[in-house]
Nanobody, 122 residues
Framework: QVQLVESGGGLVQAGGSLRLSCAAS????????MGWYRQAPGKQRELVAA???????NYVDPVKGRFTISRDNAKNTVYLQMDNVKPEDTAVYYC????????????????WGQGTQVTVSS
């Protein structure tokens, strides 16, 4: 069963930077659209940024100009570079893939990671 594994979370001071990574737990063929979501305490999970297999990106307004999503298709890995972080960026960050194509060419849809905590201190 394929899962996504996030890494790179932690504690950072406001104005600092952090880089999150997300990769599949097993060898796979490809991933379609990948996205980063976050969920702060008491709030709903929200999309932060997403990237298609062709590299097209979109961001939620509060992170535009500060966060950058990228991916390495050869490694089936997606990254989130977080710069000039703010206390309101504190949340658990989740990686999502809308469609994962396995090495047997079967597809698995809507795959999530377990989440990684990002805490920004003021």
């Amino acid at each position: 069963q394929v899962q996504l594994v996030e890494s790179g979370g932690g504690l950072v001071q406001a104005g600092g930077s952090l880089r999150l990574s997300c990769a599949a737990s097993i060898s796979i063929f490809s991933i379609n659209r990948m996205g980063w979501y976050r969920q702060a305490p008491g709030k709903q999970r929200e999309l932060v940024a997403a990237i298609t297999s062709g590299g097209r990106t979109n961001y939620v307004d509060p992170v535009k100009g500060r966060f950058t999503i990228s991916r390495d298709n050869a490694k089936n890995t997606v990254y989130l570079q977080m710069d000039n972080v703010k206390p309101e960026d504190t949340a658990v960050y989740y990686c999502n893939a809308d469609r994962v194509v396995l090495t047997n060419f079967n597809s698995v849809y809507d795959v999530w990671g377990q989440g990684t905590q990002v805490t920004v201190s003021s």
